[in-house]
């Protein structure tokens, strides 16, 4: 089975901190993604990574940036945390397109943040 | 633009009733990939199905079965005799093929299944 683990559950986390989120699959899965979750706007993409050190923005990158330094690590940066990134964040990885499985995404515990 | 509808916000069933989940996409794509996620309260999302837009067969496991119609772009999931483990998020989503990015989401469906 595909094991997506994101190393904190829950963060409570202070306006202007920086805050490192980190996920790790252990699956030799290229492509890991970062997603953020709020209610009424389900999941949309931050970042997504295709390969070791590159990564791609995706629909809301701003405020956040990532780290692939190894295959298996995607690090989620907030740089300055604000208030309005308080929200539920998951981590997901997948094999390159294309091809059958390569086509599905899958999904960690997700991280609870919550920045006052 | 690909977009991904679930109108239904919130349903509430008593256990043993069978739930329909509705789920409308749009995309200008002639091939694409259809998914089905649950969310418990634990907050993993779990894969469900995926669905290639070659293939319009319905699909049954267990007590899960999906009904995808390309003429009308919809991809429902209903639980048969639903059971209170069946509680969740339920998440539509669409997928361009050879696209290693894009997974569009809909907003999910909130299933609430009363003992």
């Known amino acids: 089975d595909v094991k997506v683990t994101q190393s904190s559950r829950y963060l409570v986390k202070r306006t202007g901190e920086k805050v490192f989120l980190e996920c790790v699959q252990d699956m030799d899965h290229e492509n890991m993604f970062w997603y953020r979750q709020d209610p009424g706007l389900g999941l949309r993409l931050i970042y997504f990574?295709?390969?070791?050190?590159?990564?791609e923005k995706g629909d809301i990158p701003e405020g956040y940036s990532v780290s692939r330094e190894k295959k298996e690590r995607f690090s989620l940066i907030l740089e300055s945390a604000s208030t309005n990134q308080t929200s539920m964040y998951l981590c997901a990885s997948s094999l390159p397109s294309p091809g059958s499985s390569g086509n599905t995404i899958y999904f960690g515990e997700g991280s609870w943040l919550t920045v006052v | 633009a690909q977009k991904v509808t679930q109108a239904q916000t919130e349903i509430s069933v008593v256990e043993k009733e069978d739930v329909t989940l509705d789920c409308v996409y749009e995309t200008r794509d002639t091939t694409y990939y259809l998914f089905w996620y649950k969310q418990p309260p634990s907050g993993e999302l779990v894969f469900l199905i995926r669905r290639n837009s070659f293939d319009e067969q319905n699909e049954i496991s267990g007590r899960y079965s999906w009904n995808f119609q390309k003429s009308t772009s919809s991809f429902n999931f209903t639980i048969t005799a639903s059971q209170v483990v069946d509680s969740a998020v339920y998440f539509c989503?669409?997928?361009?093929?050879?696209?290693?990015?894009?997974?569009?989401f809909g907003t999910g469906t909130l299933l609430a299944v009363q003992p």
């Open positions: 990574s295709y390969d070791v050190k590159m990564k």
């Open positions: 989503a669409l997928r361009r093929i050879g696209a290693t990015n894009k997974l569009i």
